[in-house]
């Protein structure tokens, strides 16, 4: 039994997977230490401000989740809340950079908004955006020439377990402490 290589080559903004653990790991131990306080005492609005650490845990990590994965045959863009797969071959342009938002569009002109690379100040000094384009474009390489004709993109909604199980702690939390009287 050998090891399998991926292929996968993750396309993120570095500062979007700091910002992601600071937002995690910051507001996760205060939501802990608030919930943990609830040992002493049941107060509502403990509760009411553990959820609200909850919740922008699960804001920031579905935000601060957002990518593009080159696969071997297919590219994903994974948005907060949609995510997206597109053949190789469904792929007819690549716009953004310079400080605007990435986005591709398919041979059916339907543009796909990449929240991974979406325009900034900081982006037009930076560059991310304009690195994953070419990234991007190296990768498509000859593969794309008859776009009109690709399969088509198929949309999912995204799964991410942490923000997934903090949004319902978060909803949990609000209506524990709505039925507590805050």
Do not use: H
Request: hydrophobic share 45%; with cysteine.
């Amino acid at each position: 039994m050998g090891l399998s290589r991926r292929e996968d080559e993750v396309l993120r903004r570095v500062s979007f997977v700091v910002f992601s653990w600071v937002v995690t790991v910051g507001f996760g131990t205060v939501g802990a230490g608030v919930l943990a306080s609830l040992m002493y005492s049941v107060d509502g609005d403990r509760i009411a401000a553990a959820g609200s650490c909850l919740f922008t845990v699960a804001v920031g990590r579905r935000i601060m989740g957002s990518r593009v994965v080159l696969g071997p045959s297919a590219l994903t863009v994974v948005n907060p809340l949609v995510t997206y797969t597109v053949p190789y071959g469904s792929v007819a342009e690549i716009r953004g950079g310079g400080g605007a938002t990435l986005n591709l569009v398919t041979g059916t002109g339907e543009e796909i908004y990449c929240t991974g690379f979406g325009g900034s100040v900081i982006d037009a000094f930076v560059r991310s955006a304009d690195r994953a384009a070419e990234r991007i474009e190296q990768r498509l390489g000859r593969r794309r020439r008859n776009a009109k004709s690709g399969p088509g993109v198929t949309k999912r909604l995204t799964v991410e377990w942490v923000a997934d199980v903090c949004g319902i702690g978060a909803v949990v939390c609000a209506i524990t402490a709505g039925v507590m009287g805050v």
